[in-house]
């Protein structure tokens, strides 16, 4: 099995993910296994309104490499990444969603694809296993944000990424809604970093309710887009005076989390 030089943080973000959570983690560990010999796993809790808490409490005292970290309330799943990205220690990151519609033992495949000098590894979907409203609104928001931003990648919406820990030295995210994912691989693209992509299942979601697919948040991703856009490549590109002018994301919950307003669970649930 092909490794990767130096440890690795799995991490995963979980909003009301109680009934797939611990699979991901103990597939997690499973692959990480096969590709290094030193890692981490860290699931960012996003608020669940659901058991995923006891879960990970439970399984926290039963992983020793498991780290769980509990935002005190809903912060949005761009905060989730963040503070994921943020609290990882190894050299390299790998993430996926907590919602068990990518299978951990595919970072096998990742690992596969990476070669020196490579920066990120990043999956695209075989086939997307989601009902026909959901694969033609995914499939006209994957070619408006591809044409929009300049995206590169075939799939820039597979969240099946390992990423080298050190790019977010260099890049600072700012995105505290779904559109973290286009804002960071827009800056890594237009930063030079090396990209290479590898095949993974999509699979059917079995537990949870996607948040994504309803008209109000549709709406409310269209404008975040647009102001993305206005920031990442109009203001690139256009009239300063103009791109002075773009709006921004603002609001309580995108300031960056206070050390109080993280819970953490490593050390007292872990065995003796």
């Not at 949005?76 to 390299?92: C, I, N, P, V």
């Not at 005076?241 to 603002?250: K, L, R, S």
Request: aromatic share 12%; proline share 5%; glycine share 6%.
């Amino acid at each position: 099995m092909h490794k990767i030089p130096g440890g690795i943080s799995a991490f995963f973000p979980a909003y009301n993910d109680g009934g797939t959570i611990p699979s991901m983690v103990l597939t997690a560990v499973m692959a990480l296994r096969q590709v290094t010999d030193d890692f981490e796993v860290i699931v960012v809790n996003d608020g669940s309104a659901d058991y995923t808490q006891q879960v990970l409490e439970e399984l926290a005292s039963r992983t020793p490499e498991l780290r769980v970290i509990k935002h005190q309330g809903n912060k949005g799943y761009g905060m989730a990444l963040r503070t994921g990205f943020a609290s990882a220690t190894k050299d390299w990151i790998f993430y996926t969603d907590g919602d068990a519609q990518y299978n951990p033992l595919e970072l096998t495949r990742l690992a596969e694809a990476w070669e020196p000098g490579v920066d990120v590894v990043n999956g695209y979907k075989i086939s997307r296993n989601d009902p026909l409203h959901r694969k033609v609104i995914g499939r006209v928001y994957h070619y408006i944000v591809k044409w929009a931003f300049g995206f590169k990648l075939r799939d820039v919406d597979c969240d099946f990424r390992l990423i080298r820990r050190a790019l977010f030295d260099q890049v600072q995210l700012e995105s505290v809604s779904g559109t973290i994912c286009l804002e960071m691989v827009k800056k890594f693209q237009d930063a030079g970093f090396v990209f290479r992509e590898a095949p993974v299942h999509h699979f059917h979601r079995t537990y949870g309710k996607s948040q994504f697919f309803n008209f109000r948040h549709l709406w409310k991703t269209f404008t975040q887009l647009y102001a993305l856009w206005l920031k990442l490549v109009w203001q690139k590109n256009g009239p300063t005076h103009q791109a002075q002018a773009a709006p921004t994301e603002i609001a309580a919950e995108e300031q960056a989390l206070k050390p109080h307003e993280v819970d953490r669970f490593p050390d007292t649930h872990k065995p003796a």
